[in-house]
Protein backbone atom coordinates (compact mmCIF):
# COMPACT_ATOMS: atom_id res chain seq x y z
CA UNK A 1 0.00 0.00 0.00
CA UNK A 2 0.92 3.51 -0.35
CA UNK A 3 2.31 5.62 2.23
CA UNK A 4 2.44 3.02 5.29
CA UNK A 5 3.44 3.91 8.17
CA UNK A 6 6.72 2.97 8.92
CA UNK A 7 7.18 0.92 12.75
CA UNK A 8 11.24 0.42 11.45
CA UNK A 9 12.85 -2.10 14.41
CA UNK A 10 11.47 -0.99 17.48
CA UNK A 11 9.26 -3.12 20.09
CA UNK A 12 6.97 -0.57 20.57
CA UNK A 13 3.77 -1.18 19.77
CA UNK A 14 4.23 -5.09 20.41
CA UNK A 15 0.98 -7.59 19.39
CA UNK A 16 1.02 -8.29 23.29
CA UNK A 17 0.90 -4.93 24.60
CA UNK A 18 -1.79 -3.71 21.92
CA UNK A 19 -4.46 -6.86 22.62
CA UNK A 20 -3.65 -5.75 26.71
CA UNK A 21 -4.78 -2.21 26.02
CA UNK A 22 -8.00 -3.66 24.10
CA UNK A 23 -8.80 -5.78 27.81
CA UNK A 24 -8.01 -2.38 29.41
CA UNK A 25 -10.11 -0.53 26.95
CA UNK A 26 -12.63 -2.79 28.15
CA UNK A 27 -12.60 -3.64 31.62
CA UNK A 28 -12.14 0.29 32.38
CA UNK A 29 -15.82 0.19 30.80
CA UNK A 30 -17.28 -2.31 32.68
CA UNK A 31 -15.63 -1.28 35.83
CA UNK A 32 -17.38 2.63 35.84
CA UNK A 33 -20.64 0.99 34.84
CA UNK A 34 -20.56 -0.91 37.46
CA UNK A 35 -19.38 1.65 40.12
CA UNK A 36 -21.56 4.27 38.38
CA UNK A 37 -24.42 1.20 39.20
CA UNK A 38 -23.76 0.76 42.54
CA UNK A 39 -23.75 4.73 43.76
CA UNK A 40 -27.31 5.03 41.77
CA UNK A 41 -28.93 1.54 42.95
CA UNK A 42 -26.98 0.71 46.20
CA UNK A 43 -29.74 -1.60 47.40
CA UNK A 44 -29.06 -4.17 44.05
CA UNK A 45 -26.27 -6.54 45.13
CA UNK A 46 -26.50 -9.13 42.24
CA UNK A 47 -24.04 -8.03 39.05
CA UNK A 48 -26.13 -9.31 36.60
CA UNK A 49 -28.91 -7.72 38.18
CA UNK A 50 -27.51 -4.41 38.30
CA UNK A 51 -25.55 -4.54 34.63
CA UNK A 52 -29.44 -5.53 33.57
CA UNK A 53 -30.57 -2.35 35.39
CA UNK A 54 -28.09 -0.02 33.62
CA UNK A 55 -29.32 -1.34 30.19
CA UNK A 56 -32.36 0.08 30.89
CA UNK A 57 -32.36 3.32 29.25
CA UNK A 58 -35.37 4.86 31.22
CA UNK A 59 -34.26 4.23 34.23
CA UNK A 60 -30.32 4.49 34.31
CA UNK A 61 -29.75 6.71 30.82
CA UNK A 62 -27.86 9.65 32.67
CA UNK A 63 -26.07 6.95 34.84
CA UNK A 64 -25.20 5.43 31.93
CA UNK A 65 -24.03 9.17 30.53
CA UNK A 66 -21.74 9.71 33.36
CA UNK A 67 -20.33 6.41 33.56
CA UNK A 68 -19.10 6.48 29.70
CA UNK A 69 -17.91 9.89 30.46
CA UNK A 70 -15.60 8.94 33.48
CA UNK A 71 -14.50 5.82 31.68
CA UNK A 72 -14.03 7.70 27.93
CA UNK A 73 -11.84 10.32 30.18
CA UNK A 74 -9.90 7.78 31.91
CA UNK A 75 -8.47 6.02 28.77
CA UNK A 76 -7.62 8.72 26.73
CA UNK A 77 -5.72 9.77 29.89
CA UNK A 78 -4.41 6.35 30.26
CA UNK A 79 -3.08 6.27 26.83
CA UNK A 80 -1.65 9.58 26.81
CA UNK A 81 0.79 8.78 30.10
CA UNK A 82 1.24 5.85 27.91
CA UNK A 83 2.13 8.16 24.92
CA UNK A 84 4.26 10.01 26.82
CA UNK A 85 7.43 9.65 25.39
CA UNK A 86 8.56 11.09 22.02
CA UNK A 87 9.58 8.19 20.76
CA UNK A 88 6.35 6.42 21.15
CA UNK A 89 4.11 9.39 19.72
CA UNK A 90 6.52 9.49 16.69
CA UNK A 91 6.23 5.54 15.75
CA UNK A 92 2.63 6.20 15.55
CA UNK A 93 2.75 9.21 13.53
CA UNK A 94 0.20 10.79 16.59
CA UNK A 95 0.91 13.89 15.49
CA UNK A 96 2.31 13.98 11.65
CA UNK A 97 1.10 15.54 9.15
CA UNK A 98 -0.39 13.59 6.51
CA UNK A 99 2.06 12.06 3.90
CA UNK A 100 0.05 12.81 0.80
CA UNK A 101 -0.56 16.67 1.58
CA UNK A 102 -3.90 18.75 3.00
CA UNK A 103 -6.00 18.97 -0.73
CA UNK A 104 -5.23 15.05 -1.61
CA UNK A 105 -5.55 13.91 2.35
CA UNK A 106 -9.36 16.09 2.12
CA UNK A 107 -10.40 14.61 -0.67
CA UNK A 108 -9.18 10.75 0.27
CA UNK A 109 -11.02 11.26 3.47
CA UNK A 110 -13.84 12.56 2.34
CA UNK A 111 -14.03 9.65 -0.80
CA UNK A 112 -13.76 6.83 1.73
CA UNK A 113 -16.18 8.13 3.90
CA UNK A 114 -19.02 8.13 1.83
CA UNK A 115 -18.41 5.23 0.58
CA UNK A 116 -18.31 3.70 3.82
CA UNK A 117 -21.45 5.39 4.75
CA UNK A 118 -24.03 4.72 1.39
CA UNK A 119 -22.69 0.65 1.95
CA UNK A 120 -23.82 1.03 5.89
CA UNK A 121 -27.16 3.04 4.59
CA UNK A 122 -27.73 -0.29 2.23
CA UNK A 123 -26.85 -2.48 4.86
CA UNK A 124 -29.39 -0.62 7.68
CA UNK A 125 -31.71 -0.39 5.15
CA UNK A 126 -31.89 -3.76 3.32
CA UNK A 127 -30.24 -5.79 5.43
CA UNK A 128 -31.12 -5.09 9.35
CA UNK A 129 -33.74 -1.85 10.06
CA UNK A 130 -32.39 1.29 10.60
CA UNK A 131 -33.82 1.59 14.32
CA UNK A 132 -32.37 -1.41 15.36
CA UNK A 133 -28.93 -0.32 14.11
CA UNK A 134 -28.77 2.81 15.89
CA UNK A 135 -30.92 1.14 18.64
CA UNK A 136 -28.39 1.52 21.50
CA UNK A 137 -27.80 5.18 20.69
CA UNK A 138 -31.30 6.63 20.27
CA UNK A 139 -32.46 5.05 23.23
CA UNK A 140 -29.65 6.34 25.30
CA UNK A 141 -29.96 9.84 23.68
CA UNK A 142 -33.90 9.68 24.31
CA UNK A 143 -33.19 9.29 28.01
CA UNK A 144 -30.61 11.81 28.89
CA UNK A 145 -32.16 15.45 29.81
CA UNK A 146 -31.94 18.22 26.78
CA UNK A 147 -29.82 20.55 28.77
CA UNK A 148 -26.23 21.85 27.90
CA UNK A 149 -24.29 19.78 30.04
CA UNK A 150 -25.84 16.70 29.67
CA UNK A 151 -25.79 17.33 26.20
CA UNK A 152 -21.99 18.71 26.15
CA UNK A 153 -21.09 15.32 28.06
CA UNK A 154 -22.75 13.21 25.47
CA UNK A 155 -21.04 14.99 22.82
CA UNK A 156 -17.67 14.39 24.17
CA UNK A 157 -17.93 10.77 25.31
CA UNK A 158 -19.13 10.40 21.26
CA UNK A 159 -17.19 12.61 19.76
CA UNK A 160 -14.13 13.23 21.24
CA UNK A 161 -13.19 10.11 23.74
CA UNK A 162 -14.39 7.46 21.53
CA UNK A 163 -12.35 8.95 18.75
CA UNK A 164 -8.97 9.64 20.43
CA UNK A 165 -9.14 6.54 22.07
CA UNK A 166 -10.32 3.91 19.56
CA UNK A 167 -7.96 5.54 16.87
CA UNK A 168 -4.89 5.38 19.38
CA UNK A 169 -5.88 1.53 20.49
CA UNK A 170 -6.94 0.09 17.38
CA UNK A 171 -4.77 2.21 14.53
CA UNK A 172 -1.54 3.10 16.36
CA UNK A 173 -1.01 0.19 18.25
CA UNK A 174 -2.78 -2.85 17.04
CA UNK A 175 -2.73 -1.91 13.43
CA UNK A 176 0.72 -0.85 13.41
CA UNK A 177 1.89 -3.88 15.80
CA UNK A 178 0.11 -6.59 13.59
CA UNK A 179 2.03 -4.99 10.36
CA UNK A 180 5.34 -5.76 11.78
CA UNK A 181 3.99 -9.48 11.85
CA UNK A 182 1.17 -9.65 9.05
CA UNK A 183 1.43 -7.04 6.50
CA UNK A 184 -0.73 -4.12 5.92
CA UNK A 185 -3.57 -5.56 4.37
CA UNK A 186 -3.83 -8.59 7.40
CA UNK A 187 -3.27 -5.89 10.06
CA UNK A 188 -5.95 -3.77 8.57
CA UNK A 189 -8.59 -6.54 8.69
CA UNK A 190 -7.37 -8.00 12.17
CA UNK A 191 -7.22 -4.78 13.35
CA UNK A 192 -10.42 -3.36 12.12
CA UNK A 193 -12.10 -7.02 13.43
CA UNK A 194 -11.24 -6.40 17.02
CA UNK A 195 -13.03 -2.58 16.53
CA UNK A 196 -15.80 -4.18 15.32
CA UNK A 197 -16.13 -6.71 17.91
CA UNK A 198 -15.49 -4.54 21.25
CA UNK A 199 -18.67 -2.24 20.52
CA UNK A 200 -20.60 -5.30 21.40
CA UNK A 201 -23.16 -4.78 18.54
CA UNK A 202 -23.63 -8.09 16.82
CA UNK A 203 -26.03 -7.34 13.62
CA UNK A 204 -23.93 -4.71 13.34
CA UNK A 205 -20.80 -5.94 12.84
CA UNK A 206 -20.33 -5.92 9.08
CA UNK A 207 -20.68 -1.88 9.27
CA UNK A 208 -18.15 -1.84 11.72
CA UNK A 209 -15.58 -4.04 10.07
CA UNK A 210 -16.26 -1.75 7.08
CA UNK A 211 -15.84 1.63 8.95
CA UNK A 212 -12.69 0.00 11.04
CA UNK A 213 -11.03 -0.78 7.67
CA UNK A 214 -11.78 2.42 6.24
CA UNK A 215 -9.89 4.21 8.57
CA UNK A 216 -7.28 1.63 8.79
CA UNK A 217 -6.56 2.28 4.98
CA UNK A 218 -6.62 5.75 5.40
CA UNK A 219 -4.26 5.74 8.28
CA UNK A 220 -1.84 3.72 5.80
CA UNK A 221 -2.09 6.57 3.43
CA UNK A 222 -1.67 9.61 4.95
CA UNK A 223 0.49 8.55 8.04
CA UNK A 224 -0.69 10.63 10.45
CA UNK A 225 -2.92 9.55 13.47
CA UNK A 226 -3.86 12.79 13.93
CA UNK A 227 -6.18 12.59 10.66
CA UNK A 228 -7.58 9.39 11.79
CA UNK A 229 -8.90 11.16 15.33
CA UNK A 230 -10.40 14.23 13.26
CA UNK A 231 -12.24 12.24 10.50
CA UNK A 232 -12.86 9.04 13.22
CA UNK A 233 -14.17 12.60 15.44
CA UNK A 234 -16.14 13.82 12.21
CA UNK A 235 -17.80 10.41 11.62
CA UNK A 236 -19.29 9.91 15.22
CA UNK A 237 -20.46 13.83 14.99
CA UNK A 238 -22.21 13.37 12.02
CA UNK A 239 -23.34 9.61 13.50
CA UNK A 240 -24.85 11.56 16.66
CA UNK A 241 -26.51 14.40 14.72
CA UNK A 242 -28.44 11.48 11.94
CA UNK A 243 -29.64 9.60 14.85
Known sequence: MMGEV?????????????????FVFVAVQILCSYVAAKLAFPNIRD??????????FKAAG??????????????TAMLLVHLRNRERRVSIGLFSPSQLGVA??????????????GVSYLYARYVVPGTQLQSVTRNLIASIPID????????????????ISEELIFRGLLQNA?????????????????????????????????????????????????????VHSLNNAAALLMT
Not at 47 to 56: A, E, G, I, P, V
Not at 62 to 75: E, F, R
Not at 178 to 184: D, N, P, Q, R, V
Open 148 to 163: FVHQLLLFLVITVFAA
Open 47 to 56: FSLLMTKMLD
Open 62 to 75: VINLYAMTASGLLI
Open 104 to 117: KTVAVSAALWVCAT
Open 178 to 230: LKKHLGSTWAIVLASTAFALVHFQLHALPVLILMGMTFGYLYQRTGSLLVNVV
Open 6 to 22: ESGKSHFPSVGGAVAWI
